[in-house]
């Protein structure tokens, strides 16, 4: 059995409890203050394609059709520290008025969050986890529309502090309206 060495340079020693580290020497105190949010899983829970005038919609045609793409962010709270989010994407496709396919997607990802407070936790959930799953869920619609025999369909980013704006105003305009006729 061979035995190992470790040497140490005057110049090059290590001290984890030096306050270098920026946690006064206490590290793993440190780390468990700091909120986290941890990805445990990810999966599609409803997918559909539909083709309604295949095969004639499969003709190449000069002009492509129109689409018109919904998003929408729900999330559930499982337990203290557990959110599922899903990120439910529509698209239409038209041609003069025949559909040419309808695909939704509901990709969900389940959560874990800690040390994070409470005011600070819906625009996590509601901004950061869809754009942790939105990649994924983007190459499921893809594949889905390529696989249905049209050129894979690949969303624009999508802003989702702006959509979060938009549903904090919207929800914001609903509590004025009540409070008005009260």
């Known amino acids: 059995m061979a035995e190992s060495e470790s040497k140490t340079e005057p110049g090059n020693q290590t001290d984890n409890q030096s306050p270098q580290n920026g946690s006064g020497g206490n590290g793993a105190a440190a780390a468990q203050a700091q909120g986290q949010l941890r990805l445990l899983a990810q999966y599609v829970k409803d997918l559909s394609f539909e083709n309604p005038s295949a095969p004639d919609s499969l003709n190449a045609v000069k002009d492509g059709p129109k ?55 819906q625009p996590i959930v509601l901004v950061e986890c869809p754009r942790l799953i939105f990649p994924f869920a983007r190459r499921v619609l893809a594949d889905a529309t390529r696989d249905g025999g049209f050129p894979p369909l690949l969303i624009d980013p999508i802003d989702f502090v702006g959509l979060y704006q938009q549903q904090m105003m919207a929800q914001q305009k609903q509590a004025e309206v009540a409070q008005a006729e009260s």
């Open 67 to 121: 689409i018109d793409v919904s998003v929408d962010v729900q999330a559930n709270r499982r337990s203290n520290t557990e959110f599922e989010v899903q990120l439910k994407l529509s698209a239409t496709a038209k041609k003069e008025e025949d559909t040419v396919f309808i695909a939704e997607l509901v990709y969900a990802g389940l959560f874990q969050m800690t040390n994070i407070p409470e005011e600070q936790l």
